[in-house]
């Protein structure tokens, strides 16, 4: 039977590095998913939703070995695990809408071979 998602977090705790893997493969696919939903297509242009899981798992492990967590059942778990996500989404949207960055401002430009086309920014504009 598998353990728990905060025995797993006490056993990586406690050093253990498969606890720590144990996690990563509990909740990545359920979190790629998460963030998937929330990218516009602009943003999803941009950014892939792997590394922002990637970041939202470093941020629970750093976050969580600094004692700034504790989990009191499983569901306490996933509940931070959306939480950081949603953030960092949310966030990451902010900074792609800054000025010279702003996804909005994307345009297509148009080819002869639709596979030539490139996402460009109108700066200056």
């Known amino acids: 039977m598998s353990d728990s998602s905060s025995e797993l977090i006490e056993r ?14 509990r909740y990545t696919n359920r979190l790629a998913q998460l963030v998937r939903q929330h ?3 602009k943003l999803a242009n941009r950014l892939e939703p792997e590394d922002v899981v990637q ?13 700034e967590f504790q989990f009191d059942d499983d ?3 996933w509940k931070l ?3 950081i996500a949603l953030n960092k ?3 990451k949207a902010r900074f792609n ?13 148009s080819t002869s071979k639709p596979h030539d086309d490139w996402i460009v920014s109108r700066l200056g504009q």
């Open 12 to 25: 990586w705790r406690d050093g253990d590095p498969d606890a720590a893997t144990a996690l990563y493969e």
């Open 39 to 41: 990218f516009n297509e």
């Open 55 to 67: 970041s939202v798992m470093r941020s629970m492990f750093r976050r969580t070995r600094a004692g």
């Open 75 to 77: 569901s306490d778990v």
């Open 81 to 83: 695990l959306v939480t």
């Open 89 to 91: 989404v949310r966030n």
């Open 97 to 109: 809408r800054a000025a010279k960055r702003d996804v909005r401002r994307d345009v297509r430009l």
